[in-house]
């Protein structure tokens, strides 16, 4: 009982005692607001034919890079850029700005721009669903923004409005990105903001060149029946991948909200669905309404039910499907189905995302499960062989709820069974989709256990139970800590699914509408009633958010400091997590306007005004009552120490880009240099995304080939640019464009960790022990015995056989502190073999100050933070980034030295190195760490196979399974084996060899029944053979969890022939070479008399032409008349002068053939 003087009543006390923390809180934050001006980034989308223009924002709707950038780069011929590169350029822009106090100001630009401020964006990528078409990475791109001035008129000289712009880029397979946003350090303090900016594959230009939506016509005007005093809803979707998220519940319309931002905007969009009512006899409906009441977002498919009908829509996204897999209007599917609610799975499994369908009428007590791949919708009928009623023996059941754990493809189902002579229970029922077996693995009690004032209760079945009958509706599974939980009047939850824990502090004459998780640790719950309720996972205590006292000094603040996102009227739409921070969608109603505002929920500061109002000490000193507070906070200092460098662990890579310098003195950017910035970023990620090849470079760095060429002339540049003598008003730094090998901790643990096979993860906690409460007197240093008393560290696994951890005291008596040396190991014991980055096992570890949960929190910048207690989310199994390459540079160095020389192709091709056939071969492979940079020699074991192979690039062939058994197996009996090896280490059942890097070497033999065997030549030069190889660690190496897979064509060269076409050739070269021999000499001992003949024959043939001629010319001479004679004498002397000349040309010929016989 606290004493009052007479003039203080109880009730007037407490309503005093609340004013004044409200006063004092209200205080410190205008203290802590004067003192730190609070400034916001501001960032929009712009495209590139809005650049400079004021208040225009646009869509991300263009998924294509626009056409090339040649007249932007064409000048640029004393820059290090490859004029014979193509540079394309993304289509958006981000445009950065910052307003203060809630208003932005031209003034306060220009101030940060001259006092140095250059806001940093970090565009991170979310990896695709669909690891089989795209590769696992975790990427980001860290780009410094360009300042530019806008166009609008402006009466100063130099700049009255300005913004910084960066490129946004796309990346293939990527739809969802995160944008933040921090200063480089200088001008303002502005602390960094985090956007979504995501692409929305729901909108297509119209001829008006406006967009719309596909999916139904936007309704602009958001009128209060829509939204005030409606039931909130949940908010469904894909974790991390759904770019566009929907939300039902709109009375009486078949209308949705939609956003593409996360909440930060939205759209009300009536959809065009054809809303037909099938009732039936098998399907009785009571009611028609058009309201959708189930709504799921995928990665890139929407998923509503309204009435018994289900439909989805599958987005147009380019970057994912490669083509336009867009389905153009809401599809209707389960059409003779009667569905009564849809339920979520949060995670995508084995490249695909799921959804499940509850049924009732003719299928009840079946689950409709729809797998999403690509956009491609399929409905499977669980379970395949008879009902769940039928598999747990009962005659009449219901399924409620239906939750799917990926990881073990399991199907829980929270089962009504219905027994006319008894009342109505529910059990937990497990089917597992490989063995189609059904198995009931917990009955939940009929009453609501009575608690006797504790805070939980393991329910063994001895215990009493109150009057209050349980009334399960739904559960919810968290894959990271095994917690399941089933709620509705009450809230269980179980770490195995065969014992519950059930939570006393959730009143009984309340029921939960929806569950909300952090996937760390946090659950926030929402009852029938709209009452908000707070539980750390691990913990057993629960805190009613709303309404609460704690609630109205919060809103008391808010409206002291004039907030917008609080008015007396408003309506909370749905509750979700983004980012481990707790938001509302909440309709709000000022001035006869209502609008939706996206709004945090401050959990920490809730929980502190909970702590201080109800924690409390009234004392009387003399004539007045002094007021003091509690703190149950164990410490009064918690930090994170000696946290090992993130990104081995994170898996990041990074690219750091700068924009190019503009030579003109006032340094603000113009359309050109944007344009060559958005080139260079375009340019950058593309080498990147060339750089994953099977051969590897000889410098591990994607973007060494880009200016390996011309670093020796970066001098030269630096020079022509700060001379002023360059060509173009830009200068390209090459250091400004490389990949980031070596981030720093920034004093906060991961959001995630990779663990591969037996790694570790370690870290400090530093604890300065609390003496005493909060008091006013000096702090009294405390013995080691006392130390360990008031300070203890608990760990929680969630998987105990995959990680253990370690943990070690060390207690600073000088300090009154205690510190903690905690190392994560893994066990290797719960993960087989996988390719890096696919089928990861999720797990975590919670570590936690005992006696810390609720009670402490860290003033910071950003807020109020709650410290003791640390969940650490684990993924086991080969981490992304981690890949097999073959080293080509040392194989052909090691080769040439084993095998004293090295004979190239003929036409040498530097990207593939050629090998001879006779050779022995030496193969040498690295494991390139394409986050870390680390490259180093492949020192475990392989199997080696010949999978393809043709004696071109163009005619290599995939071979069957036999076809690879035959060809590289050393037990083949047929004669068809390409290589052997003399190690003798194989494969457990002997079937191919095991190799290593210091394995004694290949070599060659293309047997009979090969496919190499007798390669046709098509050139006189030797035959040449193209194998198509894969190397795989899988099975034989136990170092890694990583199933290390490398498929690459080796090109191989002089090939021998069969021995049958080699004596062919052989025979066939023998005949030709005696027939040009034989022809050579009938060619030098018989040609002279031959063309001696020909001579004599046609010297005869020739006199007996003329003759012939002569005496018939003679002949026909006499019939001429007598005054003609003299001149046909005169004619006859001349022929015959001429006949004679020719007759002794004639005679004169033969000589000429013995003349050349002499000289030969």
């Given at each position: 009982?606290?004493?009052?003087?007479?003039?203080?009543?109880?009730?007037?006390?407490?309503?005093?005692?609340?004013?004044?923390?409200?006063?004092l809180?209200a205080?410190?934050?205008?203290?802590?607001?004067?003192?730190?001006?609070e400034?916001t980034?501001?960032?929009?989308?712009?495209?590139f034919?809005?650049?400079?223009?004021?208040?225009?924002?646009?869509?991300?709707?263009?998924?294509?890079?626009?056409?090339?950038?040649?007249?932007?780069?064409?000048?640029?011929?004393?820059a290090?850029?490859?004029?014979?590169?193509k540079?394309?350029?993304?289509p958006?822009?981000?445009?950065?700005?910052?307003?203060?106090?809630g208003?932005?100001?031209?003034?306060?630009?220009?101030?940060?721009?001259l006092?140095?401020?250059?806001?940093?964006?970090?565009?991170?990528?979310?990896?695709?669903?669909?690891?089989?078409?795209?590769k696992?990475?975790?990427?980001?791109?860290?780009?410094?923004?360009?300042?530019?001035?806008?166009?609008e008129p402006?009466?100063?000289?130099?700049?009255?409005v300005?913004?910084?712009?960066?490129?946004?880029?796309?990346?293939?397979?990527?739809?969802?990105?995160?944008?933040?946003v921090?200063s480089?350090?200088?001008?303002?303090?502005?602390?960094?903001?985090?956007?979504?900016?995501?692409?929305?594959?729901f909108?297509?230009?119209?001829?008006?060149?406006?967009?719309?939506?596909?999916?139904?016509?936007?309704?602009?005007?958001?009128?209060?029946?829509y939204?005030?005093?409606?039931?909130?809803?949940p908010?469904?979707?894909?974790?991390?991948?759904?770019?566009?998220?929907?939300l039902?519940?709109?009375?009486?319309?078949?209308?949705i909200?939609?956003?593409?931002?996360?909440?930060?905007d939205?759209?009300?969009?009536?959809?065009?669905?054809?809303?037909?009512?099938?009732?039936?006899?098998?399907?009785?409906?009571?009611i028609?309404?058009?309201?959708?009441?189930?709504a799921?977002?995928?990665?890139?498919?929407?998923?509503?039910?309204?009435?018994?009908?289900?439909?989805?829509?599958?987005?147009?996204?380019l970057?994912?499907?490669?083509s336009?897999?867009?389905?153009?209007?809401?599809?209707?599917?389960l059409?003779?189905?009667?569905?009564?609610?849809l339920?979520?799975?949060?995670?995508?499994?084995n490249?695909?995302?799921?959804?499940?369908?509850?049924?009732?009428?003719?299928?009840?007590?079946?689950?409709?499960?729809?797998?999403?791949?690509?956009?491609?919708?399929?409905?499977?009928?669980?379970?395949?062989?008879?009902?769940?009623?039928?598999?747990?023996?009962?005659?009449?059941?219901?399924?409620?709820?239906?939750?799917?754990?990926?990881?073990?493809?399991?199907l829980?189902?929270?089962?009504?069974?219905?027994?006319?002579?008894?009342?109505?229970?529910?059990?937990?029922?497990?089917?597992?989709?490989?063995?189609?077996?059904?198995?009931?693995?917990?009955t939940?009690?009929?009453?609501?256990?009575?608690a006797?004032?504790?805070?939980?209760?393991?329910?063994?079945g001895?215990?009493?139970?109150?009057?209050?009958?349980?009334?399960?509706?739904?559960m919810f599974?968290n894959?990271?800590?095994?917690?399941?939980?089933?709620?509705?009047?009450?809230?269980?939850?179980?770490?195995n699914?065969?014992?519950?824990?059930?939570?006393?502090?959730?009143?009984?004459?309340?029921?939960?509408k929806?569950?909300?998780?952090?996937?760390?640790?946090?659950?926030?719950?929402?009852?029938e009633?709209?009452?908000i309720?707070?539980?750390?996972?691990?913990?057993?205590?629960?805190?009613?958010?709303?309404?609460?006292?704690?609630?109205?000094?919060?809103?008391?603040?808010?409206?002291?400091q004039?907030?917008?996102?609080?008015?007396?009227?408003?309506?909370?739409?749905?509750?979700?997590?983004?980012?481990?921070?707790?938001?509302?969608?909440?309709?709000?109603?000022?001035?006869?306007?209502?609008?939706?505002?996206?709004?945090?929920?401050?959990?920490?500061?809730?929980?502190?005004?909970?702590?201080?109002?109800?924690?409390?000490?009234?004392?009387?000193?003399?004539?007045?009552?002094?007021?003091s507070?509690?703190?149950?906070?164990?410490?009064?200092?918690?930090?994170?120490?000696d946290?090992?460098?993130?990104?081995?662990?994170?898996?990041?890579?990074?690219?750091?880009?700068?924009?190019?310098?503009?030579l003109?003195?006032?340094?603000?950017h113009?359309?050109?240099?944007?344009?060559?910035?958005?080139?260079?970023?375009?340019?950058?990620?593309?080498?990147?995304?060339?750089?994953?090849?099977?051969?590897?470079?000889?410098?591990?760095?994607?973007?060494?080939r880009?200016?390996?060429?011309?670093?020796?002339d970066?001098?030269?540049?630096?020079y022509?640019?700060?001379?002023?003598?360059?060509?173009?008003?830009?200068?390209?730094?090459?250091?400004?464009?490389?990949?980031?090998?070596?981030?720093?901790?920034?004093?906060e643990?991961?959001?995630?960790i990779?663990?591969?096979?037996?790694t570790?993860?370690?870290?400090s906690?530093?604890?300065?022990?609390?003496g005493?409460?909060?008091?006013?007197?000096?702090?009294?240093?405390?013995?080691?015995?006392?130390?360990?008393?008031?300070?203890d560290?608990?760990?929680v696994?969630a998987?105990?056989?995959?990680?253990?951890?370690?943990?070690?005291?060390?207690?600073?008596i000088?300090?009154?502190?205690?510190?903690f040396?905690?190392?994560?190991?893994?066990?290797?014991?719960?993960f087989?073999?996988?390719?890096?980055?696919?089928?990861?096992?999720?797990?975590?570890?919670?570590?936690?100050?005992?006696?810390?949960?609720?009670?402490?929190?860290?003033?910071?910048?950003?807020?109020?933070?709650?410290?003791?207690?640390?969940?650490?989310p684990?993924l086991?199994?080969?981490?992304?980034?981690?890949r097999?390459?073959?080293?080509?540079t040392?194989?052909?160095?090691?080769?040439?030295?084993?095998?004293?020389?090295?004979f190239?192709?003929?036409?040498?091709?530097?990207?593939m190195?050629?090998?001879?056939?006779?050779?022995?071969?030496?193969p040498?492979?690295?494991i390139?760490?394409?986050?870390?940079?680390?490259?180093?020699?492949?020192?475990g074991?392989?199997?080696?196979?010949?999978?393809?192979?043709?004696?071109?690039?163009?005619?290599?062939?995939?071979?069957?399974?036999?076809?690879?058994?035959?060809f590289?197996?050393?037990?083949?009996?047929?004669n068809?084996l390409?290589?052997t090896?003399?190690?003798?280490?194989?494969?457990?059942?002997?079937?191919?060899?095991?190799?290593?890097?210091?394995?004694?070497?290949?070599?060659?033999?293309?047997?009979?029944?090969?496919?190499?065997?007798d390669?046709?030549?098509?050139?006189?030069?030797?035959?040449?053979?193209?194998f198509?190889?894969?190397?795989?660690?899988?099975?034989?190496?136990?170092?890694?969890?990583?199933?290390?897979?490398?498929?690459f064509l080796l090109?191989?060269?002089?090939?021998?022939?069969?021995?049958?076409?080699a004596?062919?050739?052989?025979?066939?070269?023998?005949?030709?070479?005696?027939?040009?021999?034989?022809l050579?000499?009938?060619f030098?001992?018989?040609?002279?008399p031959?063309?001696?003949a020909?001579?004599?024959?046609?010297?005869?043939i020739?006199?007996?032409?003329?003759?012939?001629?002569?005496?018939?010319?003679?002949?026909?001479?006499?019939?001429?008349?007598?005054?003609?004679?003299?001149?046909?004498?005169?004619?006859?002397?001349?022929?015959?002068?001429?006949?004679?000349k020719v007759?002794?040309?004639?005679?004169?010929?033969?000589?000429?053939?013995?003349?050349?016989?002499?000289?030969?």
């Amino acid at each position: 009982m606290y004493p009052a003087g007479p003039a203080w009543p109880r009730l007037r006390i407490l309503r005093a005692l609340w004013a004044l923390l409200a006063v004092l809180l209200a205080s410190w934050r205008l203290w802590a607001f004067q003192d730190i001006q609070e400034c916001t980034w501001q960032v929009v989308l712009n495209k590139f034919e809005t650049v400079g223009k004021n208040g225009m924002s646009d869509r991300f709707f263009h998924q294509q890079p626009v056409a090339t950038l040649d007249s932007v780069f064409s000048p640029l011929v004393d820059a290090p850029t490859d004029q014979g590169e193509k540079y394309l350029s993304f289509p958006y822009y981000l445009k950065v700005n910052y307003s203060c106090n809630g208003e932005s100001s031209e003034a306060q630009v220009r101030k940060g721009h001259l006092t140095g401020l250059k806001p940093v964006v970090l565009v991170t990528f979310q990896s695709p669903v669909n690891f089989h078409h795209w590769k696992i990475e975790q990427l980001q791109i860290q780009m410094e923004a360009a300042p530019f001035r806008s166009e609008e008129p402006c009466i100063a000289e130099q700049v009255c409005v300005m913004s910084w712009y960066t490129p946004m880029p796309i990346k293939n397979g990527s739809v969802l990105m995160r944008v933040d946003v921090s200063s480089n350090g200088l001008g303002p303090f502005i602390p960094t903001k985090r956007f979504q900016v995501n692409i929305n594959g729901f909108l297509q230009r119209q001829q008006d060149n406006t967009l719309h939506f596909t999916v139904g016509n936007e309704i602009f005007d958001l009128i209060p029946r829509y939204f005030m005093n409606v039931p909130s809803r949940p908010l469904w979707y894909t974790v991390d991948q759904a770019p566009v998220l929907i939300l039902g519940g709109i009375p009486e319309e078949k209308s949705i909200l939609l956003t593409d931002t996360s909440f930060k905007d939205s759209f009300l969009v009536e959809l065009n669905i054809d809303s037909c009512w099938v009732g039936s006899f098998y399907c009785p409906q009571a009611i028609f309404t058009a309201t959708i009441y189930d709504a799921i977002a995928t990665e890139s498919t929407l998923f509503i039910r309204q009435n018994q009908l289900v439909y989805y829509f599958t987005g147009t996204y380019l970057t994912l499907h490669e083509s336009n897999h867009g389905s153009g209007s809401w599809v209707r599917v389960l059409a003779n189905e009667c569905i009564k609610s849809l339920c979520p799975v949060h995670f995508h499994s084995n490249g695909s995302e799921y959804v499940m369908a509850l049924t009732s009428g003719k299928r009840e007590g079946y689950v409709h499960f729809g797998t999403i791949t690509d956009g491609h919708v399929s409905f499977q009928l669980l379970p395949k062989q008879r009902s769940v009623c039928e598999g747990i023996q009962v005659f009449n059941c219901s399924i409620t709820w239906a939750v799917f754990i990926a990881d073990d493809y399991i199907l829980l189902m929270l089962v009504e069974i219905q027994e006319p002579e008894t009342r109505n229970y529910f059990q937990v029922v497990s089917y597992d989709l490989v063995s189609d077996n059904l198995v009931i693995l917990y009955t939940i009690p009929e009453f609501i256990p009575d608690a006797r004032g504790l805070e939980f209760l393991m329910i063994l079945g001895t215990e009493s139970y109150t009057n209050f009958t349980m009334v399960p509706k739904g559960m919810f599974y968290n894959p990271y800590n095994n917690l399941l939980f089933i709620w509705g009047n009450f809230l269980l939850q179980s770490y195995n699914n065969e014992n519950f824990i059930y939570l006393a502090d959730f009143p009984k004459d309340q029921s939960i509408k929806y569950l909300v998780n952090s996937f760390h640790g946090e659950t926030a719950i929402v009852t029938e009633t709209e009452e908000i309720w707070y539980l750390l996972e691990g913990s057993y205590r629960m805190y009613r958010l709303f309404p609460s006292k704690a609630w109205e000094v919060h809103v008391s603040l808010q409206v002291m400091q004039q907030s917008s996102f609080y008015t007396r009227l408003e309506t909370m739409v749905t509750l979700f997590y983004e980012d481990r921070q707790l938001y509302q969608l909440v309709y709000v109603m000022k001035g006869g306007q209502g609008r939706l505002v996206k709004r945090l929920v401050p959990v920490e500061q809730l929980l502190m005004h909970q702590q201080l109002g109800s924690h409390y000490l009234l004392e009387r000193q003399g004539s007045h009552l002094t007021l003091s507070f509690t703190n149950f906070c164990p410490f009064t200092v918690m930090s994170l120490r000696d946290l090992p460098d993130p990104q081995i662990y994170t898996r990041q890579e990074r690219y750091r880009a700068h924009p190019p310098r503009v030579l003109e003195p006032s340094g603000f950017h113009d359309q050109n240099s944007l344009a060559v910035y958005q080139g260079l970023v375009y340019y950058l990620l593309f080498l990147h995304s060339k750089y994953h090849k099977p051969y590897a470079d000889p410098v591990h760095d994607s973007t060494w080939r880009w200016w390996k060429n011309k670093k020796v002339d970066q001098d030269y540049y630096f020079y022509l640019a700060s001379n002023l003598q360059s060509a173009s008003n830009v200068y390209i730094d090459m250091a400004s464009y490389e990949k980031i090998y070596d981030l720093k901790a920034e004093h906060e643990l991961p959001e995630r960790i990779y663990l591969d096979k037996g790694t570790s993860y370690g870290f400090s906690i530093f604890v300065t022990v609390r003496g005493h409460s909060l008091e006013f007197q000096p702090e009294r240093v405390l013995t080691t015995l006392e130390l360990r008393s008031k300070v203890d560290l608990g760990i929680v696994l969630a998987d105990a056989d995959c990680i253990e951890v370690l943990v070690n005291q060390k207690i600073l008596i000088n300090r009154n502190s205690v510190l903690f040396w905690v190392t994560l190991h893994d066990k290797r014991s719960c993960f087989d073999q996988g390719l890096s980055g696919h089928h990861l096992m999720k797990t975590s570890v919670v570590v936690k100050v005992v006696g810390a949960v609720g009670h402490c929190f860290q003033n910071t910048h950003r807020g109020l933070h709650m410290q003791g207690n640390l969940m650490i989310p684990l993924l086991i199994g080969c981490p992304p980034g981690k890949r097999l390459a073959f080293d080509i540079t040392y194989t052909v160095e090691y080769n040439r030295l084993q095998n004293k020389h090295y004979f190239d192709c003929v036409h040498v091709d530097p990207e593939m190195p050629c090998f001879l056939f006779r050779d022995t071969f030496y193969p040498f492979f690295l494991i390139q760490d394409l986050v870390t940079g680390e490259s180093g020699s492949f020192q475990g074991s392989y199997v080696f196979k010949v999978v393809g192979g043709g004696p071109t690039m163009d005619t290599v062939i995939e071979y069957s399974e036999e076809e690879i058994y035959r060809f590289n197996s050393p037990l083949d009996k047929t004669n068809s084996l390409i290589w052997t090896t003399k190690n003798t280490t194989t494969t457990k059942d002997s079937a191919f060899n095991i190799m290593t890097h210091q394995s004694l070497g290949i070599e060659w033999l293309c047997l009979e029944n090969s496919p190499c065997h007798d390669t046709i030549p098509h050139s006189i030069f030797a035959p040449e053979f193209f194998f198509k190889v894969l190397v795989s660690n899988r099975g034989v190496d136990k170092s890694t969890y990583c199933d290390h897979q490398l498929i690459f064509l080796l090109h191989i060269h002089g090939l021998p022939l069969s021995a049958k076409r080699a004596l062919f050739i052989l025979m066939v070269s023998f005949i030709v070479f005696i027939g040009l021999v034989t022809l050579y000499i009938i060619f030098g001992l018989l040609l002279p008399p031959m063309v001696k003949a020909c001579n004599i024959l046609r010297w005869k043939i020739n006199n007996i032409i003329t003759s012939e001629s002569y005496y018939t010319y003679k002949s026909s001479s006499r019939i001429f008349s007598a005054t003609s004679v003299t001149k046909s004498r005169a004619s006859s002397s001349i022929s015959s002068s001429i006949s004679s000349k020719v007759v002794e040309g004639n005679q004169e010929v033969p000589e000429e053939p013995s003349e050349k016989q002499s000289i030969t």
